[in-house]
């Protein structure tokens, strides 16, 4: 007996879409024209970008039409995202005009090749004769319009073309025509070629940017110094820095000469540098010096940003080509985290060991100790080194949270084994997430009213699962899977399977009760990695075990066939997060009578950069408009799932003098979080949960989107426009216009809502029709 064409025709399924495509979130690039003449200024350029802004790291487009091989090897030893884009030359042979040198004009028409360029939302050009000096961040962070420092000598009105910062709207098809038709015309000044057609199709109407962002070495005749405040200094004029120079300018000269270094030199510098560096890189230069050099500091720096992108075995891989001597209590303590993220326990604790003898590593060295014995199910090992991390630092965070996780004691079970079902899930801690806190309670309540120990067994997905384990979930009459993001790499990193549950391939296949895998999410952000050959061989075991595979939205269905072989597609099926049908879910349910004058608003903060991009001090203040217009609509209240999530109290209050009141819904119970959401106008939530749950609830909610799951959940659902990116151009005006229209006519839209969770219900009692037949009663 099968019913699975109901949960899979639900909803389309989803066209195959990029992350970013799904977020709005920014796609920024560095571009240039660069040939064999230009290409020391070129290399010249590229060091100057990292030393000068060495948290900085965005593709660069590099535009070329006679480069070497050997060329491009120094252009990529430079820069790990360099994307080599050889240009359309004979595009351009019907704009040159024949009073000007063949080779100048072919390099100004070929720098109009960025604006062919379709892959990116902003685009910044780099003259190959510009070194940068300062901070590019106010570049990065712009948004809107073609950006450019007006030409020193003639005046406000006509740019100067070396530095443009160019947004979407210009990397277009019609502005592309607009350049043609200029530049087939003839009609513009032989002012650099490029500069002409570009002032003549502009004709003014450009951002004017500060003149330090485009310093022009003729500012400086009379060898007067580089301003200090400089941000990039181009060498405009045809006597270049590398070809000798030009009589009266030695001291801009010199400070190009900074960047004319050996590769092994400029490794170096960039890794002295002060400040956080990029993972790409510190990677990038930091590989090739330590296999060079043997740095155990600079190998340990690598290995703590392969660890921060998820990339572990690099991590272990780089520490273990290394001698670190003993008393070097740092790299030892990386190594320990390295080597446990990989399952290689045993060597994890001999480093980890190692790493107590200093005072200023041991309290996060003895966390790690008690996170490797609570995994073995050693929960008295694990108290005991959490407890020496605290008496080396009370104040130490994690080792508090090992002392509480190590010392609870689990409530007894009361049912037979027999009559449960074993249950794989993330248990949150007393003070964590109120998202995944309530969830495995709503996955119990999808298969009956009883969500304790009578009718469930649980196995903490974080636990290692060993012969125990396999023998107790045996003796169950089946094993659930989820529900949430399981499939994520970095929550609680292993080696066995590379996702959140830690199973071996071995240990899951002698798995002989039946397997449901019930509402799971693929939850990688738009720029994470997985450690694909891992991790798609224990999910293709996994939907091979399982008698029932539902995913949490299509998004996710969409990307986990891509890594089946096409014989199990069809295994992968929709089941919604049981959060969204709380209504029918909880027993006695009841919808409030009276609904509170609130707008609740949830941001989340974990992996910001992957969330914001270039773009977090626009977010925030486009939020605090938001928030004081909401004001005029009900009262604003942000909703914090997790005690990061109040960040964005104190930075409204900090950034822009608006206190926003802050509920602590970490330190809720399931009832009260239900509560809380059921009773409030409205929810504009950051966190996949933070928009779920409040839908559960029968509450309207928008959905801040940072992430590809809330717009899977919402495509699902069908109202996309219930969703609005942090990265939205005009991101305030659309939150306070969606909050009027579901507000207006509340009772409508709360009408609409239910009528949306309907539809997933009817999915998940069709789902429970086959889990009734696959897993009996």
């Known amino acids: 007996m099968t019913t699975t064409s109901p949960a899979r025709a639900t909803a389309p399924s989803a066209p195959a879409t990029a992350a970013h495509d799904i977020t709005g979130k920014r796609r920024v690039a560095f571009a240039g024209f660069v040939d064999e003449n230009y290409l020391p200024g070129f290399l010249a350029l590229l060091r100057s970008l990292a030393l000068s802004n060495p948290g900085v790291c965005e593709d660069f487009v590099v535009l070329y039409d006679d480069l070497r091989p050997g060329s491009i090897a120094q252009i990529r030893a430079l820069h790990p995202r360099i994307v080599m884009r050889r240009v359309d030359a004979d595009h351009y042979d019907s704009y040159r005009k024949g009073d000007q040198d063949n080779y100048l004009v072919r390099k100004a028409y070929f720098i109009l090749d960025v604006f062919r360029i379709r892959e990116y939302d902003t685009v910044i050009t780099l003259d190959t004769d510009m070194v940068v000096l300062g901070d590019l961040t106010e570049l990065l962070q712009l948004r809107a319009g073609l950006a450019a420092v007006p030409q020193f000598f003639y005046g406000q009105h006509k740019l100067n073309s070396g530095l443009l910062v160019i947004q979407r709207e210009y990397l277009s098809d019609e502005f592309c025509a607009r350049l043609d038709k200029c530049g087939r015309s003839g009609d513009y000044e032989l002012d650099k070629h490029d500069q002409g057609i570009l002032n003549s199709v502009l004709d003014g109407d450009f951002v004017r940017l500060d003149a330090r962002y485009n310093f022009v070495k003729r500012r400086l005749s009379g060898d007067l ?17 590398w070809q000798g120079g030009e009589a009266g300018y030695s001291q801009a000269e010199e400070r190009w000469r900074e960047f004319e270094l050996s590769d092994g030199d400029f490794q170096a510098a960039y890794l002295e540098q002060q400040g956080a560096l990029h993972h790409d890189l510190l ?17 340990r720096k690598v290995a703590a940003a392969h660890i921060g992108a998820g990339d572990y075995q690099d991590a272990v891989d780089i520490l273990s080509s290394v001698r670190i001597p003993l008393d070097e209590a740092w790299p030892h303590e990386v190594l320990g985290h390295a080597l446990m993220s990989v399952s290689r326990y045993e060597e994890a604790k001999a480093q980890l060991l190692l790493a107590t003898a200093a005072p200023n590593r041991a309290a996060t060295a003895y966390a790690r100790l008690a996170q490797i014995s609570w995994v073995h199910g050693d929960n008295a090992q694990a108290l005991k080194h959490a407890t020496a991390g605290i008496s080396v630092d009370p104040t130490h965070r994690p080792s508090r949270l090992w002392v509480q996780r190590a010392a609870s004691v689990p409530a007894q079970e009361q049912g037979a084994a027999e009559d449960q079902l074993a249950h794989v899930a993330f248990y949150m801690d007393r003070q964590g997430n109120a998202g995944d806190k309530l969830l495995p309670e709503s996955v119990r309540l999808a298969f009956g009213p009883d969500t304790t120990s009578r009718r469930w067994h649980s196995v903490h997905a974080h636990r290692l699962f060993d012969e125990a384990a396999l023998e107790r979930v045996n003796s169950r009459r089946g094993l659930v899977i989820g529900g949430g993001g ?41 720029g994470q990695s997985y450690r694909a050959g891992r991790f798609r061989s224990s999910l293709r075991q996994l939907v091979e075990r399982a008698s029932f595979f539902g995913l949490r939205n299509h998004g996710s269905i969409e990307k986990v066939r891509a890594m089946l072989p096409a014989h199990l597609h069809d295994k992968v099926r929709f089941q919604p997060c049981p959060t969204t049908v709380t209504r029918q879910l909880v027993a006695g349910w009841q919808d409030p009578a009276h609904r509170e004058d609130t707008i609740l608003i949830n941001a989340a903060y974990d992996r910001a950069g992957l969330r914001f991009g270039h773009d977090y001090d626009y977010f925030l203040s486009q939020m605090a408009q938001a928030v004081r217009d909401l004001g005029e609509l009900a009262e604003v209240k942000c909703a914090a799932h997790s005690l990061d999530d ?15 009141p802050v509920i602590p819904m970490y330190d809720f119970d399931n009832d009260e979080i239900r509560d809380l959401y059921a009773r409030t106008q409205l929810v504009i939530g950051m966190r996949g949960h933070a928009g779920m749950i409040p839908f559960g609830c029968g509450t309207p909610i928008i959905s801040l989107i940072s992430h590809p799951k809330m717009a899977y959940f919402l495509r699902d659902i069908e109202r996309p426009e219930w969703g609005v990116s942090v990265h939205d151009r005009h991101l305030a005006a ?7 229209d579901l507000l207006a006519d509340h009772a409508k839209t709360v009408a609409d809502v239910h009528g949306r969770q309907q539809e997933l219900w009817k999915v998940t009692e069709a789902n429970a029709a086959d889990l009734r037949v696959v897993l009996g009663g």
Not at 225 to 241: C, M, N, Q, S, Y
Not at 490 to 507: H, I, K, Y
Not at 734 to 740: H, I
């Open 283 to 299: 990677v990038h230069y930091g590989t090739p010096h330590v296999a060079r050099t043997g740095d155990v500091e600079v190998a």
């Open 225 to 241: 110094p580089v301003p200090e405040d400089t941000a990039i200094l181009h060498f405009t004029g045809r006597h270049k820095p």
């Open 486 to 526: 399981l499939f994520i790499p970095d929550t609680m990193p292993n080696g066995n399977s590379a996702w959140q549950w830690n199973v071996s391939d071995e240990l899951l296949a002698r798995i002989d009760v039946p397997v449901a895998v019930f509402a799971v999410g693929f939850n990688a952000f738009d």
């Open 646 to 660: 109040e960040k964005i109290a104190f930075d409204l209050r900090r950034e822009h003098g608006i206190s926003l």
């Open 734 to 740: 659309r939150l306070v216009e969606r909050s009027k």
